[in-house]
């Protein structure tokens, strides 16, 4: 069955640091999302991107973040200026149609230091 | 805007007892359902699904979901626990509209006892 994969699975970077969080929706796909898990608490909607631009986005969504599909089959997350707080599991999602459920890839554990 | 709350963060059963996982959603416009579980080191794994056709829906692993217009809510369910549901389950609604965004409830960890 086709995976949403996530690369890398664990990332470390000091604060203040640009990050690049990779994934490969599936192929046929869509609709992409973003997705972060702060440790102990929910799983929330960062972003969600169809047809080359950003569909919505949350209030945690701000000016140092933004995404990119810079080909057909990469879809990035990049967090320009890391703060502690972004300290998270992010989850990159995707889905085809409108009914069809979103398929969530492992996720990429981000640690700033 | 969108909300949904599961009852319990922890719940613990023991080995061939029913499962049961509350979920209640609020939400201003017919909502689309869904349970994801998530095993220790791995993403969000799709159980089932409420988008409009039966109000008892069956997912894998034995579990199913009945949507409660009346009250709100999308328990899951699964007459006898086995070791190998021990994870963390998470409730989810979006609109139904193509592509929106889903709202996840804060999560139940289950603990199976043998």
């Known amino acids: 069955e086709p995976e949403v994969t996530q690369t890398p699975s664990h990332q470390v970077t000091q604060m203040g640091q640009e990050v690049i969080l990779r994934c490969v929706p599936i192929?046929?796909?869509?609709?992409f999302y973003w997705y972060r898990q702060i440790l102990g608490q929910k799983v929330e909607f960062l972003v969600s991107?169809?047809?080359?631009?950003?569909?919505?986005k949350s209030e945690i969504f701000d000016d140092q973040f933004s995404v990119e599909r810079p080909d057909g089959s990469n879809f990035t997350l990049k967090i320009r200026s890391t703060k502690l707080e972004d300290s998270a599991m992010y989850f990159c999602?995707?889905?085809?149609?409108?009914?069809?459920?979103?398929?969530f890839g492992d996720g990429t554990r981000l640690s700033i230091l | 805007a969108q909300s949904v709350t599961q009852l319990g963060s922890h719940v613990s059963v023991s080995e061939g007892a029913l499962v049961l996982l509350r979920c209640n959603y609020s939400?201003?416009?017919?909502?689309?359902l869904f349970w994801y579980v998530q095993y220790p080191n791995q993403g969000l794994q799709l159980l089932l699904k409420?988008?409009?056709?039966?109000?008892l829906v069956k997912g894998i692993n034995g579990f199913e979901a009945e949507f409660k217009k009346s009250e709100t809510s999308f328990h899951l369910t699964k007459p006898s626990a086995h070791m190998s549901d021990a994870a963390e389950y998470f409730c989810?609604?979006?609109?139904?509209?193509?592509?929106?965004?889903?709202?996840f409830g804060g999560g139940t960890r289950v603990l199976v006892k043998p």
């Open positions: 409420y988008t409009s056709a039966a109000t």
């Open positions: 939400s201003s416009v017919p909502p689309y």
């Open positions: 192929s046929n796909h869509l609709y």
């Open positions: 991107f169809y047809n080359n631009e950003i569909s919505e």
């Open positions: 999602a995707s889905t085809g149609t409108n009914n069809q459920p979103q398929h």
């Open positions: 989810a609604v979006s609109d139904r509209a193509a592509g929106n965004k889903l709202t």
